[in-house]
């Protein structure tokens, strides 16, 4: 009599398996060596759990190992049947999400792979980026890249010397500016050298290029209304221009489907990541962060990648509140798409800006609106009132306009 197995196993195709299992799951269950042997073979294992199964606490370190290679995904109704510790893009509620994900999981290896074959990743700048990862890098250690790229060098001064840095007096070579801006301002530099690199490969999508210079400069300016350092205002700068690369890569790989998606936020209001994930199985945060480890920029940017659009972020967190505050305002009121909301986080920066201007520091100006007479009379008082709705509106609409008419925009800096 032929053995019985306490599940059943489904081919999917494209060498996609799903184990179906009914029990309660332990160390000693046959599933455990099924599904080695499965993983072995497969591309992608879904161990999906009838409505009894429970994947059971003591099977967690088994779960680890079976987990390591990424390549199997959980399927169970309630959340409560799985009691191992999972990560959230490998354990689903229905069959149909897993099966999305499986698409999404091949589709990022295919970008990511896409993505090591740029110039982009072969250049002195990318090399750069991955020094100033060590922090014991030197100037020697810089200057022996740059001095075989004396083009690079050129462009990371014309960046040193634009209107992000602030400096009246023109830096004439690298060594000035590392002793005004530290190695944390070098790697800012290489920040937009990459942003730069990125915007010649993608030189198409010029709306989704011009929306992530926007994003930076708003971003920016919000810092400057709280009096953040020179610093802080750098990486919201690196921030805000690098918080949709994701999209780009998206976009770049199918243009097509791309469209598809921008027609399901737009027609069926669809919120992006969900409209991304449904055609892509992946969403552009998720991308964008892993693409943002693959090219070795530094750690403080992965989360304005991977949560700008994250309506639950903590309040002390400035350098995110300000791109996800400068993405949502372009969203709702320049784009008309679908917005994640972002009045929440307006008190935070009300706040630390009433505690800089009673410390004394002097801090960046709305510029004239329409609604001039209604600003002026808050900002003679209470100076943090330039974040109340409906008035950031206007303070934020002053400083974008007076952007793209200084024609910064159109030049990419």
């Known amino acids: 009599m032929a053995e019985q197995y306490p599940f059943q196993i489904v081919n999917h195709g494209d060498n996609v398996f799903e184990m179906i299992v009914g029990d309660v799951i332990k160390p000693d269950h046959k599933v455990a060596e ?46 409560e049947q799985i009691q191992v510790s999972l990560p959230e893009n490998k354990k689903f509620n229905e ?20 993505i090591e074959k740029m110039p982009l990743m072969q250049s002195s700048a990318n090399k750069l ?24 060098v050129m462009r990371m001064l014309k960046i040193a010397n634009s209107a992000v840095f602030s400096r009246r ?25 990459t942003f730069d690199g990125f915007s010649q490969v993608f030189a198409n ?22 009096g953040a350092d020179i610093n802080l205002l750098s990486r919201m700068n690196s ?30 209001k669809k919120t992006v990541g969900a409209a991304e994930i449904e055609v892509f199985g992946v969403d552009h945060q998720e991308l964008g962060m892993l693409m943002a480890k693959k090219i070795g920029m530094p750690d403080y940017l992965w989360p304005a990648m991977a949560r700008h659009h994250d309506p639950d972020l903590p309040s002390d967190d400035l350098l995110l509140i300000s791109v996800i505050t400068a993405n ?13 909301p972002y009045e929440t986080y307006l008190p935070a920066l009300a706040e630390k800006r009433r505690k800089k201007e009673d410390g004394g520091r002097n801090l960046a100006r709305p510029a004239q609106t329409s609604a001039q007479n209604a600003i002026n009379s808050l900002i003679s008082g209470n100076d943090g009132e330039v974040f109340k ?25």
């Open 34 to 79: 099924a599904l080695a042997i499965l993983l072995n073979k497969c591309d992608y294992v879904i161990l999906s759990l009838k409505e009894n199964a429970i994947l059971h606490e003591s099977f967690t370190d088994k779960m680890a190992e079976l987990t390591a290679s990424g390549r199997l995904l959980v399927v169970a109704r309630e959340d």
């Open 95 to 114: 069959l149909q999400a897993a099966q999305s994900r499986v698409n999404g999981e091949r589709n990022i290896e295919k970008i990511l792979k896409q």
């Open 129 to 152: 980026m991955n020094m100033l990862r060590d922090p014991k890098i030197t100037f020697e250690n810089i200057e022996e890249v740059t001095s075989k790229d004396p083009k690079l």
């Open 169 to 193: 007096m023109p830096f004439e070579n690298l060594k000035a500016v590392v002793t005004y801006l530290g190695l944390d301002g070098i790697k800012e530099i290489i920040l937009q050298e």
């Open 205 to 226: 999508q010029r709306e989704k290029l011009a929306h992530m210079r926007r994003c930076a400069h708003l971003a920016t300016w919000i810092g400057k209304l709280i």
């Open 239 to 268: 921030a805000g221009l690098l918080h949709d690369i994701g999209s780009l890569a998206l976009c770049f790989y199918d243009s097509q489907e791309y469209a598809r998606a921008t027609m399901m936020v737009r027609n069926d």
């Open 328 to 340: 949502g305002y372009l969203n709702q009121f320049i784009e008309n798409l679908p917005f994640t």
């Open 389 to 413: 709705v409906p008035y950031v509106y206007e303070v934020l609409k002053a400083e974008l306009d007076r952007f793209m008419l200084t024609g910064t925009e159109a030049q990419g800096m």
